[in-house]
């Protein structure tokens, strides 16, 4: 059963950081998946945030290039995101998909206020 499970999220202050997991311990193979993070915030549309493809192609959306990096450990079947220098805008949940599927996770909350 494909299962993903954020985690790390909560309420940060400007400028702080975070450093969200995503774990897949139902996907099998999951070193040739290819995954994906996106958000989604009251009242706008989803958004790709970043992805990283099995062989390690990284993508970001512009609006945190330069300040999230994206990762996985294949040994843990559990990709990463981590994000610096956080702005208000940047509040929404936060959820991994596999690509090209619609598999995802439930989302992990993520509330950038002072």
């Known amino acids: 059963q494909v299962q993903l499970v954020e985690s790390g999220g909560g309420l940060v202050q400007p400028g702080g950081s975070l450093r969200l997991s995503c774990a897949a311990p139902g996907v099998m193979m999951f070193r040739i998946q290819d995954m994906d993070w996106y958000r989604q915030a009251p009242k706008k549309q989803r958004e790709l945030v970043a992805g990283i493809s099995s062989g390690g192609t990284i993508n970001y959306a512009d609006s945190v290039k330069g300040r999230c990096t994206i990762s996985r450990d294949n040994a843990k079947n559990t990709v990463y995101l981590q994000m610096n220098n956080l702005k208000p805008e940047d509040t929404a949940v936060y959820y991994c998909?596999?690509?090209?599927?619609?598999?995802r996770g439930q989302g992990t909350q993520v509330t950038v206020s002072s």
């Open positions: 998909q596999l690509r090209g599927t619609l598999f």
